[in-house]
């Protein structure tokens, strides 16, 4: 499948607690609500894209286990190209998502096999005859490495690659079309 975009980045199993408020240290709360749900910056990325017509394509490592499976069976219905999903022997990425009464969040991150994610030839061979890659959510080595490959280049770091700061990342930010 040829594709417009390929998004490069976190595939995660979300766990979205409803909270009233958000505990403190020592101390318990009990969730209103839970939802679970395929998610990660990538994915959501990706998925938004397909469901609005676009030929998307997507990089990114999935545990072998039930979360992991039931991720690819979501998205397999979501008529984009996952076929650089890779498995790996790990567990699924997974984010904890504690939301209050008035909207705001806590995150807890379990990187599982997102961690694993280096580019492999094939990997890069799709990122070069994709027209455009965006990249979220993912270390600043695999960063480096994509922009170094990609033809047009978007880039969400999220707060953990923001917290590098402009000198780890300006071999990054010298390739962007787009900055998030």
Avoid at 7 to 20: E, W
Wanted: aromatic letters at 10%.
């Amino acid at each position: 499948m040829s594709v417009e975009v390929i998004s490069i980045g976190t595939c995660n199993m979300d766990f979205i607690l409803k909270v009233p408020r958000f505990v403190e240290i020592d101390s318990e709360m009990y969730i209103e609500t839970i939802n679970t749900s395929p998610g990660g910056s990538a994915l959501n990325f990706a998925v938004n894209l397909s469901r609005n017509g676009i030929k998307t394509g997507l990089i990114a490592r999935l545990g072998n286990d039930d979360y992991g499976k039931i991720i690819l069976s979501k998205v397999s219905r979501e008529n984009m190209d996952i076929s650089r999903c890779l498995t790996m022997n790990d567990q699924t990425g997974m984010a904890f998502i504690s939301v209050d009464k008035g909207g705001k969040r806590s995150i807890y991150s379990f990187m599982g096999a997102n961690a694993k994610l280096n580019l492999l030839k094939e990997d890069i061979d799709y990122i070069k005859s994709s027209p455009f890659t965006h990249l979220t959510g993912v270390y600043w080595e695999v960063a480096y490495d994509v922009a170094q490959y990609a033809p047009k280049l978007s880039f969400s770091p999220g707060s953990l690659l923001s917290s590098y700061g402009v000198d780890k990342l300006k071999r990054v930010l010298k390739k962007l079309n787009y900055y998030f």
